[in-house]
């Protein structure tokens, strides 16, 4: 039953490994509900996989509800249990907002899970869904440590862990770490791993990274250049004028 969590700076390949591991793991599954809060993934609803039914979320929709067998939902809820397979791209919400759809959609996945089918749930910039807070939502902290039980995996994926709630951590069985330059989220890392994450995670390149089984303390170093995916990833950490850095780059060289 993998709880993963995925770790890294921004530019990395952070989020283009997640997105790899989604497109590997979402097709077994019956149900999944991904929230991507920067918008890279569009290639996970686009041919040839086509895996998810893109809807975005502004605060007027998140607080619609409907009424779905007898009893009455939010819309993404229900947008959600129509399509089975979706990625919410929130739309102008605050992290509150963000906050109560993720925690009715882990409502939602006990249910669903509980009737037998296998559900995922996941999301980019996860610590803004699952913030290190006395008062976490009881319906995600159910979710996090009773998932299992229900059939609800999880992938979290987020460039802040010293900002994730502790029990991410504590629920989750494998681990992917990139470069981590900030001291507050390194020592968040390693108080929850088998392996010196504070030193080790300090001096990493681009799109290198570390897997553990938590369940098994195995660790393993990968090169995600190694990986090929099917579908694009729209990373926002490129701006207009990086090609024009570049070009003027190889010329000095």
Request: hydrophobic share 35%; with cysteine.
């Amino acid at each position: 039953m993998a709880r993963t969590g995925v770790f890294g700076r921004s530019g990395v390949g952070k989020s283009w490994m997640f997105g790899w591991f989604l497109e590997q793991v979402l097709p077994k599954f019956d149900y999944a509900f991904h929230v991507d809060v920067e918008d890279e993934e569009k290639g996970l609803s686009e041919p040839p996989t086509s895996m998810l039914k893109t809807f975005y979320c502004d605060k007027e929709f998140a607080e619609s509800t409907v009424t779905v067998d007898g009893r009455e939902v939010s819309l993404p809820t229900a947008v959600w249990l129509r399509n089975k397979k979706v990625r919410m791209v929130p739309d102008g919400m605050t992290d509150s907002e963000k906050y109560e759809v993720f925690a009715e959609i882990s409502e939602a996945a006990m249910e669903v899970g509980k009737q037998g089918a296998s559900v995922h749930l996941s999301s980019d910039e996860a610590h803004m869904l699952i913030p290190d807070a006395d008062d976490l939502d009881n319906r995600i902290e159910r979710m996090l440590s009773g998932g299992r039980k229900k059939g609800v995996e999880w992938a979290f994926c987020t460039q802040r862990p010293a900002k994730l709630h502790s029990m991410a951590f504590t629920q989750m069985n494998y681990g992917i770490f990139f470069h981590l330059p900030k001291d507050a989220d390194r020592m968040k890392v390693n108080g929850s791993v088998g392996f010196d994450a504070y030193h080790m995670l300090e001096e990493m390149g681009e799109r290198e990274c570390y897997i553990e089984n938590a369940d098994t303390s195995e660790l393993q170093h990968l090169m995600t250049d190694e990986l090929n995916r099917e579908t694009p990833h729209y990373a926002k950490d490129d701006g207009i004028a990086d090609d024009a850095l570049d070009a003027a780059g190889d010329i000095v060289e």
